[in-house]
């Protein structure tokens, strides 16, 4: 268990920020000699790399010297009075200060284009650049990162896990919130080994995060409703009625199958059947997403690549439409429960597999069989997906269609 991780400071920050990149080290002001035998005030043009998995090294190639503030020429040749296997190590580069150079500095200094980490793959190339990952990663290894780790784990921000912190190196980048990652450390709380294989995921909600690894084969509850990735299930896209300000806020619900691609504190996934609602923005095979609010799946957004549309209801067809009737308080948009006429059963997240033609022909016919003097018919309604029974009466349905 690490109670005390290392936490990068601003020298790691800048680090981490400029790899891949030429820049200047100056020596700091002190008692203790630089290494090497540089004088005091000497700049080195420096070329900060790191190996996949590995610490952060400077490739040394010629003496500069400060102008004026900022602003450096070169002395000398390449690699003139510099060994020229002189590299420094991820220690030796704190003990300067370093001093960030434009890419106009570089032309200007003759710096060649090089890569040294030309074998890193592109997609850890891009976990690199990502600046809200530097709180977790370790001192002096960019792909190092401390997470949570457990067998058995809520993913929420308010309950992330139930294990112990451990250090994971990155692999691959399956999502920008989840990875392929490899343990560093053997878990003491909970099976697993150094070297294996796990999943790592980055959680966020508002401007809180936080990173859970666990096991590939935990049993990991990914989803207010237990689902996970490649599972079918239903979403919802939601279409607002007008009603009173001092009533809740009133939906039409219509679902949409979907197999889930990502799941953190939002979810997106690829529509498995058509939408009544958004037919021609939404054929089959569209991704989509939004929130998980109170255990449906809404979808407010479709993805193009790394961008997202706002998803817009183009019609509503009376005789093709499949629906609920979704309400969410005005105070709280966390809660949104179903109101389905044919379900009373508020969590039921897959709500109304009925059209409006199917009720509206069931009701003809149970009023033409009623016995003679009843005031009323009603169908017995038996939902087809958890199971829950209701009474339905004609009244009750019109006025839900008039909303």
């Known amino acids: 268990m690490i109670s005390e991780?290392?936490?990068?400071?601003?020298?790691?920050?800048?680090?981490?920020g400029h790899l891949d990149d030429w820049v200047v080290l100056r020596w700091r002001d002190g008692p203790v000699r630089p290494p090497k035998g540089v004088p005091y005030g000497t700049h080195l043009a420096t070329h900060l790399h790191c190996q996949h998995g590995g610490e952060i090294r400077g490739l040394n190639l010629c003496w500069l010297v400060e102008s004026s503030p900022g602003q450096f020429y070169r002395v000398g040749?390449?690699?003139?009075?510099?060994?020229?296997?002189?590299?420094?190590?991820?220690?030796?580069?704190?003990?300067?200060?370093?001093?960030?150079?434009?890419?106009?500095q570089v032309l200007a200094l003759g710096l060649p284009d090089i890569n040294l980490g030309n074998n890193l793959p592109a997609d850890i190339r891009e976990l690199r650049r990502r600046r809200d990952l530097d709180q977790y990663r370790h001192p002096g290894y960019p792909d190092d990162l401390c997470t949570g780790y457990g067998n058995e784990l809520s993913l929420t921000?308010?309950?992330?896990?139930?294990?112990?912190?451990?250090?994971?190196?990155?692999?691959?980048?399956?999502?920008?919130?989840?990875?392929?990652?490899?343990?560093?450390?053997?878990?003491?709380?909970?099976?697993?080994?150094?070297?294996?294989?796990?999943?790592?995921?980055?959680?966020?909600?508002?401007?809180?995060?936080?990173?859970?690894?666990?096991?590939?084969?935990?049993?990991?509850?990914?989803?207010?409703?237990?689902?996970?990735?490649?599972?079918?299930?239903?979403?919802?896209?939601?279409?607002?009625?007008?009603?009173?300000?001092?009533?809740?806020?009133?939906?039409?619900?219509?679902?949409?199958?979907?197999?889930?691609?990502?799941?953190?504190?939002?979810?997106?996934?690829?529509?498995?059947?058509?939408?009544?609602?958004?037919?021609?923005a939404l054929p089959v095979g569209s991704v989509v997403g939004g929130p998980i609010v109170d255990g449906h799946f809404v979808i407010s957004v479709r993805r193009e690549g790394d961008q997202e549309f706002p998803v817009k209801v183009e019609q509503m067809v009376k005789g093709k439409m499949v629906f609920a009737l979704m309400v969410s308080p005005r105070d709280n948009p966390k809660i949104l429960q179903?109101?389905?006429?044919?379900?009373?059963?508020?969590?039921?997240?897959?709500?109304?597999?009925?059209?409006?033609?199917?009720?509206?022909?069931?009701?003809?016919?149970?009023?033409?069989?009623?016995?003679?003097?009843?005031?009323?018919?009603?169908?017995?309604?038996?939902?087809?997906?958890?199971?829950?029974?209701?009474?339905?009466?004609?009244?009750?349905?019109?006025?839900?269609?008039?909303?």
């Not at 040749?77 to 106009?104: M, N, P, S, V």
């Open 338 to 403: 179903s109101a389905n006429l044919f379900c009373p059963n508020s969590k039921c997240v897959n709500v109304c597999s009925l059209t409006y033609s199917q009720v509206d022909e069931g009701l003809n016919s149970a009023v033409a069989s009623a016995p003679a003097g009843a005031t009323t018919a009603k169908l017995h309604w038996k939902c087809n997906l958890c199971g829950a029974e209701m009474m339905v009466g004609r009244e009750t349905f019109d006025a839900l269609y008039r909303m």
């Open 157 to 280: 921000i308010k309950r992330p896990l139930s294990g112990e912190q451990l250090w994971v190196r990155v692999k691959r980048v399956v999502s920008p919130t989840e990875f392929e990652s490899e343990l560093l450390n053997t878990p003491t709380l909970s099976e697993g080994a150094a070297g294996e294989i796990v999943t790592t995921r980055l959680l966020t909600e508002g401007a809180t995060s936080t990173l859970i690894s666990f096991p590939r084969n935990a049993n990991v509850d990914s989803s207010p409703s237990g689902l996970k990735i490649n599972d079918m299930t239903a979403a919802v896209l939601l279409y607002e009625l007008d009603s009173a300000a001092s009533m809740p806020r009133s939906f039409f619900g219509e679902r949409i199958l979907v197999e889930l691609l990502h799941l953190s504190d939002g979810w997106y996934g690829k529509t498995a059947s058509i939408s009544r609602f958004a037919q021609n």
């Open 5 to 16: 991780r290392p936490q990068p400071d601003p020298i790691d920050c800048l680090l981490f």
């Open 77 to 104: 040749e390449f690699q003139h009075g510099i060994d020229a296997t002189w590299f420094f190590c991820y220690a030796t580069i704190r003990k300067y200060e370093l001093i960030a150079i434009d890419k106009d």
